[in-house]
Structure formats: C-alpha cells, structure tokens
DNA sequence: GCCCAGGGAATCG
DNA sequence: CGATTCCATGGG
C-alpha cells in the first residue's frame, strides 16, 4: 500500500473501484458515520472523529497523524486484507459478480466489539434513520466530549454504563430494546460475558454466547459477529437475503464459506437497489 | 401459536 | 394526502 503524509493528512493511494468509502461507510454496518455535502465522510470510532474524502485513485485522511492511521485506521478499514482476492473467490457465480460490480466497494470494517453489538442489538426491528438517532442520543447521553467546541462524542464503555437502568435509557428513542441494551450490560459487568473471548470462539460457540443476551437471535447475532468481531464467514439473513435466496439461490446459497458474509454484503446492496 | 411492545420510514391506496 | 405495512425478538 503506498501512503504519503501532506498538510497533516494522510494519503493512501486506493482505487475507488476496488474500496468505495462512501458505500463503506453508509451501508448500514455502521452508525456513526455520515456522507457530507461535499462527498467526504465524518464520524466517529474508537474514541477519536475522523473525515475521510476520497478520488478516484486516493483516499484522504484529514488531520491524521501517520500513527494514528496505522494504529486505529488502517486496521478499522480492514485496509490490511486482499479483497481482490476474496472477491475473486466469489467470481465463479453470475449473480455474484452482478452484485459485486454493483457494490465491490464495500468492505467490512472492524468496528469495536461493544459498540458493534449494542448497534444491532438496537437496529433490530428498526430503520437505519432511527437507529442512528438513537445511538447518537445514547452517546451524548453517556459518552465522553471529544472536544470543546463540537457536539462528538464517543461511544460509551460497558463500564461506563454499569448499573443503568430501562429508566436511564428513557427519551433515547430505543422502544423496547432498552431492556436489551441493560441486559447486555448486566453481562458483560458480571463477567458472564467476556467480548474479548468472543474473538477467540468457534464461530458456532461465539453464536451461542451472543444469544444469552436478551434481544439477540439468529439476525442480531450474525450482524454482531460480522460487523463487530469481523467474522467474515457470517452470514446475516433479513427479509432483503431472504428475497435473494429465494430469488436467485432456490437450491441453496452456492458461497456459504468463509467469505459469505461478505458475499452478503454485495447481494444485500444489489437487491435493495434491483428490486 | 398469537399478539404485543417504540416509532420512523417505506409503501400503498 | 392519510392509511397501512415493515422490521427481529422475547414475554405474556
């Protein structure tokens, strides 16, 4: 990967074709990011507010020290793995090479473990607007100020939120699910659930433990384990798979392997925008 | 098995 | 435009 710093950023050369951030970003994996006027993307993770703008051969990375994109952005964009070569371990199926000419930009980020799981555990029976207000007002309510003088606040640690109640959920827009959201932190307080260990599971094991807490099933916890332990190999299916399962694989998803879940991430973008 | 629990967005009539 | 449907899970 070649990277040069100018002007306090960091520059990666990328093609847009092969990395697409804005699709990255804005594909419901995560919440704290926003696509701006200019097409650059803001958010926050892991503690620290981030703009990235990109080109058709370069991504930008704005008032970022060199060590900091190392350490926290390389990683978190999964900038470290071939996707050429995952993508063309998916190129043997017509469909999937459709989807993936539609949304090869994607990629699958490694989101904080906590932070992941609490999102989907919100996000279930729920539209991505709402969720990202919701997750936005659990942060200002709980989180740490980045800084003075802007509204940006982090996500919250378990131990931070050790001891909340439903009541202290209330007015955050989460329904139902605040119950969910204290039982997942009842857990992880008792040690009874330990995210660490997660990482470390048989992915058959990992799904079990997910789905002691309250308000994760089958969904909540694939979801959690792609998008927030980067299980690649998982495998979500809502209503928008389900349409492409019986659309296009009646005899059965033909890459159900260790890249599935990002093989899902290409139908799940092509079907939204086919159908 | 069935209905209900937020509520905003998408879709329908 | 207003009305209905959608969404994923657990509990009664």
Redesign the pocket.
């Known amino acids: 990967m070649e990277i040069y710093t100018n002007n306090n950023n960091v520059y990666v050369k990328v093609d847009k074709n092969s990395l697409n951030f804005a699709d990255t970003l804005d594909c419901g994996q995560c919440f704290r990011f926003a696509v701006n006027g200019d097409g650059s993307v803001t958010g926050v993770a892991f503690g620290k507010q981030l703009t990235v703008s990109q080109t058709d051969s370069e991504l930008v990375f704005h008032d970022t020290m060199e060590a900091d994109f190392r350490n926290t952005w390389l990683p978190f964009f999964a900038l470290d793995i071939d996707y050429d070569a995952i993508k063309k371990s998916l190129d043997f199926d017509e469909t999937l090479r459709l989807a993936m000419d539609f949304a090869g930009g994607i990629r699958i980020i490694r989101q904080s473990h906590f932070e992941a799981l609490c999102s989907f555990i919100i996000s ?4 991505i ?2 969720i990202k207000g919701s997750i936005s007002r659990l942060c200002e309510r709980f989180g740490d100020k980045l800084c003075d003088t802007d509204s940006v606040y982090t996500f919250p640690t378990p131990k931070r939120l050790n001891g909340i109640t439903t009541a202290d959920l209330a007015g955050l ?1 989460l ?2 699910r605040d119950a969910y959201i204290v039982d997942c932190v009842e857990k992880i307080a008792s040690c009874e659930l330990d995210l660490e260990d997660i990482c470390t599971m048989d992915i058959a094991l990992a799904r079990e433990t997910l ?1 002691k807490i ?8 694939e979801c959690a384990l792609l998008f927030g332990f980067h299980r690649l190999e998982a495998f979500p299916i ?2 928008w798979i389900k349409k492409v399962l019986e659309k296009f694989y009646p005899n059965g998803f033909p890459a159900m392997n260790e890249y599935a879940g990002v093989a899902q991430q290409y139908l799940f973008h092509y079907i939204r925008a086919a159908l």
């Open positions: 279930q029976n729920n539209n607007p709402r827009g329904g139902y789905r309250k308000g994760v099933g089958p969904k909540v916890a809502d209503t």
